[in-house]
């Protein structure tokens, strides 16, 4: 059976799962992983291989996975993409899908994490940059600046975030402006350079050179 992204998404299983999986982050102090996370995401890894050429079911799986990646936070922080893609395979073998669909799926999920990521096919490889590239403000939960931690720094920081692909050129470029007043340059590098680093080998996986630009500025 072919599952499809609204399926996934309208499922209150799926729903539950984000919610308390998002839960436990809050208390942990991290920044937003809930719907908007995952939403953007998804939608994110589809429109990598759509402007890549890929299948339109390809484009569907790396949405779904977009959606379903950050589930194993229900369990816990450590080990999540493992945890995740086990959860996943219990919900859509639930659902009736596929197995190739799944085995796509879960792969993916169990690759993303910086720890023990690796883009070992295509939509593994759009989840990661999909899911690294999302650096925005109002990812913020923590209102009271004078206590931000580097995380919450760096991504309050962030005016403008863009990401860009050229098959053309053969580029992926994720474009920022950031407000140096509040997170230096350096301030990135130290907490996103091993992210960056992974999307570098992910875009590789595509056929792409991953550029990243900072206030103007083309830093990789």
């Known amino acids: 059976m072919k599952i499809t992204y609204e399926d996934v998404k309208n499922s209150e ?68 993409a493992q945890s995740g893609a086990v959860m996943a395979f219990r919900i859509l073998d639930n659902m009736g899908a596929d197995p190739e669909d799944i085995a796509t799926v879960i792969t993916a999920i169990g690759n993303h994490d910086e720890g023990t990521a690796y883009p070992v096919n295509a939509v593994a490889a759009a989840l990661i940059i999909a899911d690294k590239s999302d650096v925005r403000c109002s990812r913020v939960r923590n209102l009271d600046i004078t206590s931000f931690d580097i995380h919450d720094r760096v991504n309050y920081s962030v005016k403008k975030s863009a990401l860009t692909v050229d098959p053309e050129l053969a580029v992926i470029e994720l474009e920022l402006i950031i407000d140096t007043t509040i997170c230096s340059v350096m301030d990135y590098f130290e907490i996103f350079l091993n992210r960056m680093i992974l999307c570098k080998k992910a875009a590789e996986k595509l056929g792409l050179h991953f550029g990243l630009k900072i206030n103007g500025q083309r830093v990789l």
């Open 13 to 80: 299983v799926v729903k539950t799962y984000i919610r308390k999986a998002d839960e436990s982050l809050i208390a942990l102090g991290y920044t937003e992983h809930s719907f908007a996370h995952v939403s953007k995401v998804a939608q994110t890894a589809s429109h990598i291989l759509t402007v890549m050429g890929y299948s339109e079911r390809e484009a569907e799986l790396a949405r779904i996975a977009g959606y379903l990646h950050d589930i194993g936070n229900v369990i816990n922080r450590i080990d999540h």
